[in-house]
């Protein structure tokens, strides 16, 4: 309702420091993509997400295996028929307990414990990979390194 009202979002939590009060360039940016957010490099995707997760949205972890995880400390959201079709995606999920919080499902990442989850940022992450192409990790010298997603 919110997106629908105001056309743009931007939600930040504590965490987020800003270096200018210009937001533009995110804005304009914004207005052909629809949604913003950060990658985490390193962190991958099936290393944070129980495998219920996955399953609810009818995936396999093993599709995600290239793709990292992504901040939602910093989001903006513009109002497009697409973004709308992603918004309602992380809601419905956020509403099933099946989607977000399985009971006993598990991380197959074989360097994270079991017990590490990122509940929304993994739902996002499914449905963002889903509506757009993903960046592919490589590496190059001795760091990774990630093409930046489109989302």
Same mark, same amino acid.
């Given at each position: 309702?919110?997106?629908?009202?105001?056309? #743009?979002?931007?939600?930040?939590?504590?965490?987020?420091?800003?270096?200018?009060?210009?937001?533009?360039?995110?804005?304009?940016?914004?207005?052909?993509?629809?949604?913003? /957010?950060?990658?985490?490099?390193?962190? $991958?995707?099936?290393?944070?997400?129980?495998?219920?997760? *996955?399953?609810? &949205?009818?995936?396999?972890?093993?599709?995600?295996?290239?793709?990292?995880? /992504?901040?939602?400390? *910093?989001?903006?959201?513009?109002?497009? &028929?697409?973004?709308?079709?992603?918004? !309602?995606? @992380?809601?419905?999920? /956020? %509403?099933?307990?099946?989607? %977000?919080?399985?009971?006993?499902?598990? #991380? !197959?990442? =074989?360097?994270? $414990? $079991?017990? !590490?989850?990122?509940?929304?940022?993994?739902?996002?992450?499914?449905?963002? #990979?889903? *509506? +757009? +192409?993903?960046?592919? !990790? =490589? #590496? @190059?010298?001795?760091?990774?390194?990630?093409?930046?997603?489109?989302?």
């Amino acid at each position: 309702d919110a997106l629908r009202r105001y056309g #743009t979002i931007i939600y930040g939590d504590s965490s987020v420091r800003f270096n200018s009060n210009s937001f533009n360039p995110v804005l304009i940016d914004n207005y052909i993509r629809g949604f913003a /957010a950060r990658e985490l490099p390193g962190h $991958s995707l099936p290393c944070y997400t129980h495998v219920d997760t *996955f399953t609810w &949205f009818n995936q396999s972890y093993t599709n995600f295996e290239n793709i990292y995880i /992504a901040e939602t400390g *910093f989001l903006v959201v513009t109002d497009t &028929f697409l973004t709308r079709l992603i918004m !309602k995606a @992380w809601l419905t999920c /956020a %509403l099933e307990s099946d989607c %977000l919080v399985s009971y006993e499902s598990e #991380t !197959k990442c =074989g360097r994270i $414990s $079991s017990d !590490k989850h990122r509940y929304d940022q993994s739902a996002m992450v499914i449905i963002l #990979t889903y *509506f +757009f +192409f993903q960046g592919n !990790k =490589g #590496t @190059w010298s001795d760091q990774t390194i990630n093409d930046p997603a489109p989302y």
